[in-house]
């Protein structure tokens, strides 16, 4: 059973920064992809950051050049640096990881608690 724990979550001001790392227990393949969610209150989840197994990356377009992905496959952990962070970056923050099913990534069923990120001054 795999078992995802988010943290590294907190309050912080706008254009500061934040670190979130996700700790996976249990089997994982390595040919998932990693990545970060969020959800903001009244919107629905949203993909912010993918990485594969090969180090490409994607990013939602909001968050691009400011939050780079990043994963340890020996530790099996991954992270999120967020950077130049802004109040509409607030939001819980879930890592997971996706399956590539026919040309489409598909989020699995590892959901965690997340961590609560606030931007406000």
């Known amino acids: 059973q795999v078992h995802l724990v988010e943290s590294g979550g907190g309050l912080v001001q706008p254009g500061g920064s934040l670190r979130l790392s996700c700790a996976a227990s249990g089997y994982i393949s390595s040919f998932d992809a990693r990545v970060w969610y969020r959800q903001a209150p009244g919107k629905q989840r949203e993909l912010v950051a993918r990485i594969t197994r090969g180090g490409s990356t994607n990013y939602a377009d909001s968050v691009k050049g400011r939050f780079p992905i990043s994963r340890d496959n020996a530790k099996n952990t991954w992270h999120l640096q967020m950077n130049s962070l802004k109040p509409e970056d607030t939001a819980v923050y879930y890592c997971?990881?996706?399956?590539?099913?026919?040309?489409?990534?598909?989020?699995?069923?590892?959901w965690g608690q997340g961590t609560q990120v606030t931007v406000s001054s």
């Open positions: 997971n990881t996706e399956v590539l099913r026919t040309a489409a990534w598909v989020a699995r069923g590892y």
